[in-house]
C-alpha cells in the first residue's frame, strides 16, 4: 500500500509519495524533495540519540524542532486508497 505525505514548505502547500525503501524517514523524504542537505541534520540526531539514550519523545521533538527552523510545517503522512 502506497503512502503520501503533505506539508507546507516556506507557507507552500505541497504533496509527494513515500515509500519505506527509498527513505529512511519521513523527514528524510520531504528534505530529499526539496533539495535540503540534511548531512548536518543527521551528524545532530546522532548526538541527541547518544546523550538522550534514544528517549522517542526528545528525538521527535529534535526532528519536528529542526525542520520547522528549515521552514517545514504541517507534515502529515496518510495511506492512498
Do not use: C, P, W
Not at 8 to 16: P, R
Not at 59 to 69: A, G, I, L, V
Request: overall charge neutral; glycine content about 4%.
Amino acid at each position: 500500500m502506497a503512502f503520501r505525505i503533505t506539508y507546507q514548505y516556506h507557507k507552500q502547500q505541497k504533496e509527494i509519495g513515500f515509500a519505506n525503501d527509498k527513505h529512511h524517514s519521513v523527514y528524510d523524504a520531504i528534505a530529499a524533495a526539496e533539495g535540503v542537505d540534511l548531512a548536518e541534520f543527521h551528524r545532530m540526531e546522532n548526538q541527541v540519540a547518544n546523550v538522550s539514550r534514544n528517549d522517542r519523545k526528545t528525538m521527535k521533538d529534535f526532528r519536528e524542532e529542526y525542520f520547522r527552523k528549515l521552514g517545514f510545517s504541517q507534515v502529515t503522512i496518510f495511506r492512498e486508497e
